[in-house]
């Protein structure tokens, strides 16, 4: 890996290499897992093996991921936990945008409680809801900082003109959006991050699509080098930019494995242009 392995957002420095919390849930992301102990071990895993941020979000089971990070790993010593709030969950696979500032800070209450905090460490909007004033959403994020409820401010899936708009009324440490080396949507956010100092979290970092599949480039490019899909996946991310902080999920504790395993992939220059156009 090229570049620093760590990122400092909101004066909290953490491996760029994270984990995601959303797949130690039921199917569906609903409901507690189907081995619950395994879930467990691969938090403790994902500490023993260097990582240091985990994300997950009070919608995750709803409530169940963060209940299982508080159970494996309080007191969290050196962890930071990233959680997010602004989307209602109704049943299995079903997401519904609320960016009410009383429900907002409600769920913020709740997180606070379920993972046995006193402020939380990075605190994201999940959504920006459409149907509520986005201002209003940002000075509830302002109030919980100010209030020193949370450490950091986060966005999810939203724009550079959203970002800036938010920016306005509070400071916005981190950005999470869909990224990864099929899917560069997120290319212009990813740029404003990495110019303004942000820290950028692609969700769904692990490229896939009929160039990761056996016998497509990106499976052959890891071939070439002796590694997983997963791993030249995430070993490409966090050489791409400085501020990218990848969070692969998994429920499995191998899985968990391979994946941290990217950290020490090095990519020569000739791979990773060859990555780079993929998505051209």
Known sequence: MAGPITFTYANQTVNRL???????????????????GEALAVLRRAVELGVDFIDTADSYGPYVSEELIAEALHPYGNV??????????????????????????????????????????????????????????????????????????GLSNVTVEQIEAAREVVPIATVQNLYNATNRQSEDVLNYCEAESIGFIPWFPVASGTLARSGGQLDDLAKENHVTVAQLSLAWLLRRSPVMMPIPGTSKVAHLEENCGAANVVLDDETFRAIDLLAG
């Open 18 to 36: 994270g984990y995601g919390a959303m797949r130690i849930t039921g199917d569906g992301i609903w409901g507690y897992p189907k081995d619950r």
């Open 80 to 153: 930071k936990v990233a959680t997010k709030a602004g989307l209602l969950r109704t049943g299995p696979n079903v997401w519904v945008a609320c960016g009410r500032p009383d429900y907002l800070r409600q769920e913020c209450e709740m997180s606070l409680r379920r993972l046995g905090q006193e402020s939380l460490d990075l605190f994201q909007l999940h959504r920006i809801d459409s149907n509520v004033v986005a201002v209003e959403q940002f000075e509830l994020l302002r109030d919980l900082l100010n209030e020193g409820k949370v450490q950091a401010v």
